[in-house]
């Protein structure tokens, strides 16, 4: 990869990871309301950017923020299987994102009836606390954020046989 085409690359990762993990902690401050309020105005709000937030904002970063990571991986010496960080960013990575995936149904769902001004104040009251998937994410992505800014050394099986035959 032209070092041009990295830095533009590198530079949209960074982006969409920072971005990723901002919109997150945007996420937790409404699921936070969410899980202490009892006012049904205020949860209703909640759980309505909730699900915008989710659809909007953090399912394409995360998705983006995957994909320009393969991209920079797999463009550059790190490669994606050579250093233990990358494969470990990878694999928490995928990990964030599925686990992300899966709970954008589940609160896309609850954001429908809380939008509903047909909904009883008893549905929304018993909407579910996603609290421990906003917390986990956002523990998550910053230890990505740190393993990559650290890059600890370790090469990974195939890393030292790559090595050893350049």
């Known amino acids: 990869m032209s070092p041009p085409i990295r830095k533009f690359v590198l530079t949209a990762h960074i982006s969409f990871s920072v971005g990723w993990l901002g919109a997150a902690a945007a996420y937790f401050a409404l699921d936070w309301t969410a899980a202490t309020s ?21 399912v ?63 549905a929304i009251l018993t909407l579910p606390n996603t609290l421990p998937h906003s917390i986990g994410g956002i523990v998550v992505l910053l230890v990505i954020q740190t393993m990559n800014v650290y890059k600890p050394r370790g090469l990974t099986a195939y890393g030292w046989r790559m090595q050893q035959r350049e």
């Open 38 to 58: 009892r006012d049904v105005q205020m949860l209703r709000g909640a759980w309505i950017a909730m699900g915008s937030i989710t659809s909007q904002v953090i």
């Open 60 to 122: 394409p970063l995360a998705l983006l923020s995957l994909l320009t990571g393969l991209v920079i991986s797999l463009g550059t010496k790190w490669g994606l299987f050579r250093h233990w960080w990358v494969l470990i960013s990878l694999l928490l990575t995928l990990f964030a994102v599925l686990v992300l995936l899966s709970e954008s149904g589940h609160i896309s769902r609850a954001a429908a009836i809380a939008a509903d001004p047909a909904a009883s104040a008893e």
